[in-house]
């Protein structure tokens, strides 16, 4: 098994009949995934999407793979082909967009309704290639081939991408559910044809790749829905993803069943269903959807709503009822059913909605006490069927934390694939398939791209380094007045602090440092205020941490008196 080097070189030009691959995100993260082949002089990319921040990321609103190591070679991209309409695979899409309008975006029809309302925002009119399943297009020198997959938004697609090096097939994200509700399910028959041709690398999906056996299917979901519509007394609140076109028509049709009329609340969860309704992705009985202000006129227990939030941000729509800061008050007999996962790493701010939501009276229905989700992704023993029956000359595990994709190579290896032949690689790690063999060639920059507010890249680790000391131990900024020809102290420094804790004599004892501070600098001769102001920093600091074990952000301003 191929592992990175962190003493990895930057990547040598490609050689004339290769074919390159390197992930620009979705390798070691979930998220930002992002693939870019390259072939003949040409660029084809799988992908283009975000990350969301974590909380030692404040203020950042997404982050973005980085484009470094194409932005000189714009021109040569032929497409950007989307597996699916998830955020964490299109929503870096506009910002991509803004570097060369016209590259052109290749998707399903529901991929790409999606990436158009989104662009709308951006104000980008893209250039757009629908293509379906079954499908065979060429661009430039990339043959690509689209085959349906089944996953947690409906118009998923693998692609096949043929080349003068060798075939490449890419999962996206998948699963095999043998019952999809919208019986299109993952075509083997296409995997095991395309593997008879020869597979020479397989990219798939590890999200899942830790969890034995099988994906359980949607369908099974219905019962507890089901039970849910029966018996709740009152209203019924469910929070879901936006774009899971499926799981909403299993709520509508429960609903639907009981007499239940239902309204969506929420921005992006109002927009993506008037997309799927229209597109016919999402079926609905006449006068089943009314307009939330309608609901008003029903009675409680005639009413469902279906709300975004399941994760837990501060601004959706259910945190908001939870915290009591929306139009809609949660009480007694109030259900909410949260039909979605647990994002690792957003628990405790899903338990604290649970928690608010409860407390309010509501009865919360969610993965912890019934049926009401399923994964998206394939477990391992769908990834062990898929190798069996593509049987590849190589394997890249993709879209997964470390631990996923090593648990993914372990996988393949079990099946068969030589370990030399399994390349687990990271962010930015070029892989290079030349003569039939892929091997790890070197590396190109593929750091964390910050968007912040309106600014992209403007935020930087340092940045974020201070704004995590300021969320932690607050800020004290000094203001001294010093004589020009002295170098001392003309009036007592004025110190404002926040963040920090602090009384009237908190700083009396700094005032003879800063003295003493500059006096020092004084016989040395120096006036610099950069530098005086840096001393007094440091002197400032080690005061702070021996008298308070705090690291508060110092900002000293000096002033000619």
């Not at 020479?200 to 299917?217: K, M, Q, R, Y």
């Not at 227990?301 to 915290?323: F, Y």
Request: proline share 6%; glycine share 10%; charged share 25%.
């Amino acid at each position: 098994m191929s592992h990175p080097h962190p003493d990895l070189k930057p990547a040598p030009p490609l050689v004339s009949g290769g074919l390159r691959v390197v992930a620009l995100g979705g390798l070691g993260e979930i998220g930002r995934n992002m693939t870019v082949f390259e072939y003949a002089g040409k660029l084809l990319i799988v992908d283009c999407g975000v990350l969301f921040p974590e909380e030692t990321q404040p203020g950042v609103d997404v982050i973005l793979p980085d484009f470094t190591s194409i932005r000189d070679r714009l021109d040569d991209i032929v497409g950007v082909v989307l597996t699916h309409g998830h955020e964490d695979h299109i929503g870096g899409v506009p910002y991509l967009l803004r570097e060369r309008r016209d590259i052109p975006v290749i998707g399903s029809k529901l991929t790409l309704a999606f990436l158009e309302a989104k662009l709308k925002e951006h104000h980008i009119k893209p250039t757009t290639v629908r293509v379906k399943e079954g499908e065979r297009r060429d661009f430039g020198p990339f043959g690509c081939e689209f085959v349906a997959v089944n996953h947690s938004i409906p118009d998923g697609l693998a692609v096949a991408i043929r080349t003068g090096a060798g075939m490449v097939l890419h999962t996206g994200d998948f699963k095999m559910d043998q019952f999809p509700l919208d019986d299109r399910i993952t075509d083997l028959r296409a995997f095991a044809r395309l593997g008879e041709e020869g597979v020479d690398l397989f990219l798939t999906d590890s999200t899942n790749a830790e969890v034995p056996g099988f994906t359980t299917s949607e369908r099974e979901l219905n019962p507890a829905i089901e039970h849910v519509m029966r018996t709740a007394p009152r209203r019924v609140i469910v929070s879901s993803f936006a774009s899971h076109v499926h799981r909403i028509q299993q709520v509508l049709d429960a609903a639907h069943q009981h007499g239940r009329k239902v309204a969506f609340v929420g921005r992006s969860m109002v927009r993506n269903m008037g997309i799927a309704r229209e597109l016919g992705y999402l079926r609905t009985p006449p006068g089943l959807v009314v307009e939330a202000r309608e609901l008003e006129k029903l009675p409680d227990h005639k009413i469902t709503l279906v709300c975004t939030g399941s994760q837990g941000e501060p601004m959706a729509a259910l945190s908001r009822m939870a915290n009591r800061d929306h139009s809609i008050r949660i009480g007694q007999g109030d259900t909410v059913l949260l039909a979605s996962s647990l994002i690792p790493g957003n628990e405790n701010a899903i338990y604290r909605v649970i928690n608010g939501l409860t407390r309010w009276g509501a009865n919360v229905v969610h993965k912890g006490n019934a049926k009401v989700h399923v994964s998206g992704h394939a477990s391992a023993g769908e990834l062990v069927y898929c190798y069996n029956i593509v049987k590849p000359r190589h394997v890249m595990p993709v879209h997964g934390e470390w631990k996923h994709m090593r648990a993914n190579a372990d996988l393949a290896i079990r099946t068969g694939v030589a370990p030399d032949r399994v390349i687990i690689a990271e962010d930015g790690v070029v892989v290079d398939l030349v003569d039939g063999r892929a091997s790890i060639t070197g590396k190109v920059p593929a750091g964390y791209v910050y968007v912040d507010g309106m600014t992209v890249g403007g935020a930087t680790e340092a940045s974020l380094k201070d704004r995590r000391v300021l969320a932690e131990e607050g800020v004290v900024t000094i203001v001294a007045i010093v004589d020009a020809d002295t170098g001392r102290l003309a009036e007592a420094p004025d110190f404002l602090a926040r963040g920090f804790e602090h009384d009237d004599t908190t700083f009396e004892p700094v005032i003879p440092l800063i003295e003493k501070t500059l006096a020092a600098a004084a016989e040395e001769g120096i006036g610099d205020h950069h530098q005086l102001e840096q001393r007094i920093a440091r002197a400032v600091a080690s005061w702070a941490f021996r008298s308070h074990r705090r690291k508060p952000l110092i900002i000293p301003v000096v002033i000619d008196a």
